[in-house]
């Protein structure tokens, strides 16, 4: 029989080794459900098919920095305090230098990428009815979204308003199938999903910028600006970028001159000699989008998240987009600011969407 004095003694090993095997099964659980939110990531994860449409490494153009522009490294504030809560908060980081494309990759760019490797775009593939349960075969069709707002559309509540799923619009028929690129060989190419900036960046030699990056050249040495050529929209009565001037979505005055996307380098460069880092067309960053990433970022050469959440659309992993497009107004919008990040499905091109690449040294 126990001498009663010792049973404090036996006890508390009993103790610790039942909260030892409590932080056991707590851990397991969370490294399980971890697994199961990555798995389930994965699941709805595209992947570029292979077949005609990769791209063989003959094909692949070697690396050349013409038309780029190398920007020194340095350290910024990423962010802004007067932005939307994705932008914040503010927080200093550190890039090496690099390579960046002087203007966003134009359509007539793209079309020697297309005719060496004939690759095919995600927007002019028939959608895979696994990636579409429950959608009927006759409405998975190629085709891509464009801008296409009802006439008189007051309430901007709802983005989805202004855009359409347009069969047989693509990079070579941006608004459908009635249209072509005719006189449209020096605006940047649109309707390009992540994967095709990825392929287009991976025969070129080159790669997608990160956020950091992007955000790091866009600002072209004016730190912590509300834009990137200072902190006035339009300084002087000047229009510096291609954004929509008036009332969105159904008037624009055109008073920059363009209604849709306007040839590269149509206004002025900011400080490092890089056009259109504001305006024309939201342009792809290699990160995975996280609302709260910024919290917790590396200090230096931070590459982004490992995984991706949208609490707008829970489930849908997105890659980031920097830099506004020709829809950005100039009364509300603000996209257009070198701290503003969109969030888009890596496999979704849209009418207002490019890209440029970028080169490690
Ligand atoms: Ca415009």
Known sequence: M??????????????????????????????????????????????????????????????????????SGGRFSMG?????????????????????????????????FVKATSYVTIAERKPDPKDFPGVPPENLVPGSIVFSPPPDLRDLSNHFAWWKYVTGASWRRPE???????????????????????????????????????????????NGKEYIWGDEQEPGGKLLANIWQGRFPNENSLKDGFRITAPVGSFPSNGYGLSDMAGNVWEWCADWYLPDYYARSPKRNPQGPDTSHDPNEPGMPKRVQRGGSYLCTDLYCGAFRPSRRMKTSPDTGLSHAGFRCAASK
Not at 37 to 58: D, E, W, Y
Not at 177 to 192: F, G, M, N, Q, Y
Not at 199 to 221: S, V
């Open 2 to 71: 126990k001498n009663p004095q010792n049973q404090p003694t036996y006890r508390w090993p009993r103790i610790a080794a039942g909260m030892i095997v409590l932080f056991v099964v707590v851990a397991v659980f969370a490294v399980w459900r971890e697994a199961k939110r990555v798995k389930s990531f994965q699941r709805t994860n595209v992947v570029i098919p292979t077949g005609t449409n990769a791209v063989a490494p003959s094909s692949r153009n070697a690396f050349s920095t013409n038309g780029m522009v190398w920007i």
């Open 80 to 112: 802004s305090p007067k932005g939307q809560n994705d932008e914040q908060p503010v927080h200093e980081v550190a890039v090496d230098g690099f390579w960046i494309d002087q203007h966003e990759v134009t359509n007539e760019q793209f079309a020697e």
């Open 176 to 222: 459908g199938p009635e249209s072509d690129l005719k006189s449209r060989e020096k605006h940047p190419v649109v309707h390009i999903s992540w994967f095709d900036a990825m392929a287009y960046a991976k025969w070129a030699g080159k790669r997608l910028p990160t956020e950091a990056e992007w955000e790091f050249a866009a600002r072209g040495g004016l």
